[in-house]
């Protein structure tokens, strides 16, 4: 029998990372993410991989978020120079997602290290390197949707849209051990089936074992036409107060769901402010390869802004700015009233948001508008929370801006659509949840028991099982 290890993402969010191998010798490695949030669970990344990386056959991965490939070029540097196989779109995001990473994996350790001279310490290496990733980069393999290929001996994989950002993908495994195929749905990150330009996640019917996601397996999101009427409501409001709006926003997904709601409302007449600035050199690259891909739109939500692909996505709001340059980017320190200023990082622990309100947190008639999850122990979170001050840019700030947080907007599917994508497999196939808190994992599992009478089991981090 063949064997299957869950090695991340297990009980919590990040690092995703599941091992399978056959009794013939294959050896595929499902994810490679990298382990995000307080730092005890960032420390983890610097522990050995529990396998060793040479003896794989295979990676794969089902898109390009962090979470789920931050950890590749860390697996290069120990030595693995197999393929990486994703389709073909989130090979090109993870391009810029990786290199990122590693610029910020060698900032940090150089910040790090000056403090620990000072302190008579010896100097830390960083995770990985620029060099690191670009090796990573070397080993893609792009795949098309719906095309099954031999990744390794014995095991074949299929990619279907999961339609959670641009390229991910439902991850499809035939395990063939000696005369025996066993199926493996992976479920990846599945798509809130309301967010804009994204498909529906592809429904599958066959499978003896899947591993589903459950980040949001407690809760329904709120109708996506109520919170574009919160948000359309906040910017009129900050019209009439005469300030900036901030939103502090994820450079890949996000983003551009925010350019298609602000396009949507600039078209509709709701849109009051005079100027939107995308302040993210990340996210206007991710612009670009999210424009080159249009054909994955969902051509509904694509119709209802565009009849035919724009050259650009930035077509679709034309009062949209992008600054990619420093220069340009502290220009906008002189606008005063009138824009919405979309800028990183999601979590506001750094980057450009945080030159932005050094200028506007402080001021009442500015207006934040968070669009996304705030973990616990980031600056974002504490604004969300009602911190009156926060620190940033080494100085305390006022927190006297209007604050909100638009729930509606996640990536990920809630709970009643997490049910109804398991409930197209035929004759309830092993279920183990994956990817999510604890009790929300138990909520998920509650849920599945009392509709759909089907069992789901939790499983331990390390624990192995047969399929
Ligand atoms: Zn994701």
Redesign the pocket.
């Known amino acids: 029998m063949a064997l299957l290890s869950f090695l991340g993402a297990i009980q919590q969010v990040t690092g995703s990372c599941y091992l399978i191998e056959s009794r013939d010798g294959a050896k595929v490695l499902l994810e490679c993410g990298m382990r995000q949030g307080r730092r005890e669970e960032e420390e983890g990344n610097r522990a050995p991989f529990p396998f060793d990386p040479l003896s794989l056959d295979a990676v794969v991965i089902s898109?390009a978020?962090i979470?789920?490939s931050g950890l590749l070029p860390k697996l290069v540097g120990a030595g693995y120079r197999g393929p990486i196989f994703a389709t073909d779109a989130s090979c090109e995001l993870m391009e810029l997602m990786l290199l990122d990473a590693a610029q910020i994996q060698e900032k940090d350790t150089e910040w790090e290290n000056k403090w620990r001279a000072r302190l008579g310490k010896p100097p830390l290496s960083p995770l990985y390197t620029t060099e690191d990733a670009d090796q990573a980069l070397k080993q893609r393999r792009p795949q098309a949707y719906a095309q099954p290929i031999e990744v390794a001996k014995g095991v074949q994989v299929t990619f279907h849209d999961a339609g959670?950002?641009l390229g991910s993908a439902i991850v499809e495994l035939q395990v063939q051990d000696h005369h025996l195929t066993r199926r493996l749905v992976f479920s990846g990150?599945l798509g809130n089936t309301c967010s804009p330009l994204m498909h529906t996640p592809t429904t599958l019917d066959r499978a003896d074992l899947v591993l589903l996601e459950s980040t949001y397996g407690d809760r329904d999101h709120r109708n996506s036409d109520d919170t574009l009427d919160e948000l359309a409501e906040i910017l009129q409001q900050a019209h009439r107060d005469g300030g900036n709006v901030l939103i502090p926003a994820f450079a890949v997904g996000r983003t551009q769901d925010l350019i298609y709601y602000l396009g949507r409302f600039y078209q509709e007449g709701r849109l009051p402010q005079q100027a939107v600035f995308l302040d993210s050199p990340m996210a206007i690259r991710a612009n670009a390869i999210y424009s080159r891909f249009q054909h994955l739109f969902d051509p509904d939500d694509h119709a209802a802004i565009a009849d035919k692909p724009a050259r650009r996505i930035e077509d679709w709001l034309p009062i949209l700015r992008c600054t990619p340059t420093p220069d340009e980017s502290m220009a906008i320190n002189r606008v005063k009233s009138g824009a919405i200023i979309i800028a990183g990082s999601g979590m506001c622990t750094g980057g450009r948001i945080a030159h932005h309100f050094k200028h506007n947190l402080w001021r009442e008639d500015c207006h934040v508008v968070f669009p996304g999850f705030q973990a616990r122990g980031t600056p974002g979170r504490a604004i969300v929370d009602g911190a009156s001050t926060v620190k940033m840019l080494h100085q305390r700030i006022a927190v006297k801006a209007q604050i909100h947080t638009l729930g509606g907007f996640s990536a990920h599917a809630g709970q009643s659509q997490l049910l109804d994508w398991v409930s197209h497999f035929d004759h309830h196939p092993e279920l183990y949840l994956v990817h999510g808190e604890l009790e929300k994992m138990q909520a998920l599992q509650q849920a599945l028991r009392e509709r759909l009478n089907w069992i789901a089991s939790i499983p331990e981090p390390g624990e192995q099982i047969a399929i």
């Open positions: 898109h978020h979470d789920h959670h950002i990150d």
